[in-house]
RNA sequence: GCGCGGUUAGCUCAGUUGGUAGAGCAUCCCCUUGACGUGGGGAGGGUCACAGGUUCGAAUCCUGUAUCGCGCACCA
């Protein structure tokens, strides 16, 4: 037996040295696998491309752990399996980030610096960003194919973007629209209806009259807007009104002239307030569709500062909040003011920077999610395929099943998608303009005076595309290559990326190779600190699986996050339970320890071994059982039950009650007896450590080292072993 | 307002197709220092949120209620 045994397990002098031999193997490359897998059938897997902004943390552990559980588990089924790695640009959050670390360290805004300056410095952000993520997934023990990696903002993928905006833009599926769009204020950009978060904050309604001379009062909760009011809206049924509509009236108000048309809308709820309201175009969505539909005139009075562009000199040039209370003293002021009422109110805040969003109007660039196309003769949209994708037999498994509802219903209320950002870090817009021309194509026009849109591309545009243009598309020869791997086996990611990026990558994957991205998704849920609480900065309760890792081991570390965690749940951590893995790593080490030491150097392991003693017959057919429930269990991605069997098995079915049964047997048993119990302890232990592999690849690949099993070799290693079934 | 999920031992959670309630941690008692940077054996502790219903039988299925969390919508 090897001496490394006599002393407990360490995982700190044996996970690099492990991870840099199974590195050296080439077997993380699926072209570099044994002859076994390269016959097997493709499975493929994208990681969700972490943002370079940040560090890992225990969410991402967990996913990185999950992941590479599937991984491991289909290649030790023999299967021809990759695991493309990459990382996300992350656009408005990592230029938010770098732009706030030169205003603090020099003080100079994005402006002082210029666009290619300020791109210059955020690369080598994400650049080092990029080396300390890359540096953690190898420490969780990630089997990852590191030759494959992308970036989501590199050539390759890049020419992907530009090839995919060109073709929906020629198919009228992308389209520049004039619309009420999110614009943050903080951010200096407009964002889509999925990156608002909303807040519940106590507010006022206030109840008044434009004027004097017009007879309707309305309520707002934010009267500073309605100095951009064109419009009364009623409901057409609503009595009180009806002999209002059609009526124009004109006003001063806060010293800025207003004209209003009364108009009659089915949007408006008799119930609410005074029953009437103001319509706003320029500054609320609705009021936009409204005007639309009644072809009112639009009139902007705040601008991309959220400061207001009218009314009179206490008013114009403020703060919307400031302007607000202006506006109210001048109501009060006037007399019009009718009633102040406490309401509780949503208000809309841009996700990345906190900055309460402001509705403007804007010119912007479109995904028309309603807007009809051929596909296969047929007539449908974006948002059919998107939800065809999801229903039907032959389509996309959704794990855990319920989140298949939540999609739906996220795609009924799903409005175009505004993919067009103000800012510099991105995919640029590959549209070109020259006075009233427009150029959409993927390199600029011939020609002089041509100048490109200064707009980039949502951060969800290009990770849309993630499970094809990692494998080469649109490039046909390099994308061939890898044709096999497409749709992707499946997706692993966290429940709260359902909407940015599943959905959008079965969007772009239907829309450009009339296929799924995927076959199946399996969605993980938050992971909560010890007491449930969210892991937040201003808690301070995160904890660094870099740490844990240093002091348990990669090992502990993912079987904390996967025991009894099921799919779509959050889970808590905290160290104790990482602790309670480290013992149980070091618990299989001393199993081993014990069974080689019993066994001895003399015995020859004989698989094909059949001739079990009465003891030993019940506990290999109990061994087989057990293999046989937890393989169908990983079929069924059930890993939160697999890892708990293992652990019980081989804690309290082995360890407790059949290696003390041995003791004596090994003593007092007959030749046979012992014969057969020794054949038992070494099939059990082999068997038990490769099942234990995917969970805990560290441990159990150092042990494999010194195992003897049927293809004993240098570069045997357990990574490429057979499932134990 | 609509939808989704949770509610099981002090804590964290399992409970696969309905068949006498489980694990880990914690607590208490006993044993163990030749596999185990300890380990083993045992004990206490639950009207499975509540109320109905289906059933020979319900933690499990159905209906409703409460409560917590989340998503979406509204947000004049």
């Given at each position: 037996m090897n001496d490394k045994f006599l002393k407990p397990y360490d995982p700190k002098t044996t996970e690099d040295r492990i991870y840099a031999l199974w590195e050296e193997s080439g077997f993380f490359n699926p072209d570099k696998l044994p002859e076994r897998n390269q016959k097997g059938e493709p499975f493929s897997i994208v990681l969700p491309p972490p943002n370079v902004t940040g560090v890992l943390h225990m969410g991402s552990a967990l996913m990185l752990a999950i992941e590479d559980i599937m991984v491991r588990y289909a290649r030790m089924k023999g299967k021809k399996t990759v695991w493309i790695p990459g990382t996300d640009h992350a656009a408005i959050a990592t230029q938010a980030v770098v732009e706030k670390d030169i205003q603090k360290k020099e003080g100079k805004s994005r402006h002082d610096l210029g666009r290619e300056e300020l791109l210059k410095r955020i690369d080598v952000f994400a650049q080092q960003s990029r080396d300390t993520i890359v540096k953690q997934m190898r420490k969780m023990g990630c089997s990852i194919d590191w030759s494959r990696e992308a970036f989501t903002l590199d050539e390759a993928r890049n020419f992907a973007v530009r090839t995919a905006f060109k073709k929906m833009y020629d198919d009228g599926l992308i389209y520049r629209g004039n619309r009420v769009v999110n614009w943050d204020p903080k951010g200096q950009t407009t964002i889509s209806d999925d990156e608002i978060e909303y807040e519940t904050r106590k507010t006022k309604l206030y109840t008044f009259k434009y004027s004097k001379d017009i007879p309707i009062s309305i309520s707002t909760t934010r009267p500073e807007t309605k100095l951009g009011d064109t419009a009364i809206a009623v409901h057409p049924d609503d009595a009180r009104y009806a002999h209002y509509v059609g009526k124009e009236y004109d006003a001063v108000f806060a010293g800025e002239p207003i004209h209003l048309k009364v108009i009659a809308d089915?949007?408006?709820?008799?119930?609410?307030?005074?029953g009437a309201l103001g319509v706003t175009p320029a500054h609320s969505s609705i009021d936009w569709e409204m005007a639309q539909r009644h072809v009112l005139p639009l009139k902007q009075v705040i601008n991309e500062y959220a400061?207001?562009?009218?009314?009179?000199d206490a008013i114009k040039g403020k703060k919307v909040a400031e302007a607000r209370e202006a506006v109210v003293a001048w109501l009060k002021e006037q007399g019009l003011l009718e009633k102040e009422e406490d309401i509780e109110h949503n208000i809309s805040i841009a996700q990345r920077t906190g900055g309460v969003i402001e509705p403007l109007p804007k010119l912007q660039w479109f995904v028309g999610v309603n807007t009809e196309f051929e596909r296969d003769g047929k007539t449908t949209t974006l948002k059919t395929l998107m939800k065809e994708a999801v229903a039907g037999s032959s389509a996309i498994q959704v794990i855990p099943e319920r989140f298949e509802k939540v999609y739906f219903h996220w795609i009924e209320n799903l409005r175009d998608w505004c993919i067009s950002r103000q800012i510099w870090y991105g995919h640029r817009v590959p549209v070109w303009y020259k006075g009233a021309e427009l150029y959409c194509g993927m390199e600029a026009p011939k020609g002089e005076g041509w100048t490109q849109d200064e707009d980039t591309l949502d951060t969800w545009f290009s990770s849309g595309l993630w499970t094809f243009s990692t494998l080469g598309w649109p490039d046909e020869a390099e994308f061939k290559k890898n044709?096999?791997?497409?749709?992707?086996t499946i997706l692993e990611t966290g429940s709260d990326i359902l909407f940015f990026w599943v959905a959008r990558m079965i969007l772009m994957s239907t829309y450009l190779l009339n296929e799924a991205p995927f076959k199946t998704v399996y969605l993980h849920g938050l992971v909560r600190d010890a007491q449930g609480r969210k892991i937040s900065k201003s808690l301070g309760n995160n904890i660094d699986p870099l740490d844990m890792i240093a002091k348990y081991g990669a090992d502990a570390v993912r079987m904390s996050l996967i025991v009894g965690v099921g799919p779509g749940n959050d889970s808590k951590v905290g160290e104790d339970k990482i602790k309670a893995y480290k013992l149980f790593a070091n618990k299989v080490w001393n199993m081993t320890r014990f069974i080689l030491t019993a066994v001895g150097e003399d015995v020859t392991y004989d698989p094909t071994f059949t001739a079990w003693s009465s003891a030993d017959a019940v506990h290999i057919q109990r061994l087989n059982e057990l293999l046989n429930e937890i393989t169908k269990e990983m079929d069924e991605f059930k890993f939160y039950l697999v890892s708990e069997k293992l652990y019980a098995y081989a804690?309290?079915?082995?360890?407790?009650v059949i290696l003390e049964e041995s003791k004596k047997i090994l003593a007092e048993g007959s030749p046979e007896e012992i014969v057969s119990r020794k054949q038992f302890l070494l099939q059990c232990l082999i068997r038990m450590i490769a099942a234990l592999h995917p969970f805990m690849p560290y441990v159990t690949e150092e042990i494999w080292a010194d195992l003897p099993h049927s293809n004993k070799s240098d570069k045997s290693l357990l990574m490429v072993e057979k499932w134990p079934v």
């Open positions: 089915r949007s408006v709820e008799p119930e609410f307030g005074t400061k207001m562009t009218a009314g009179s044709r096999a791997y497409h749709p992707t804690w309290h079915e082995v360890a407790d």
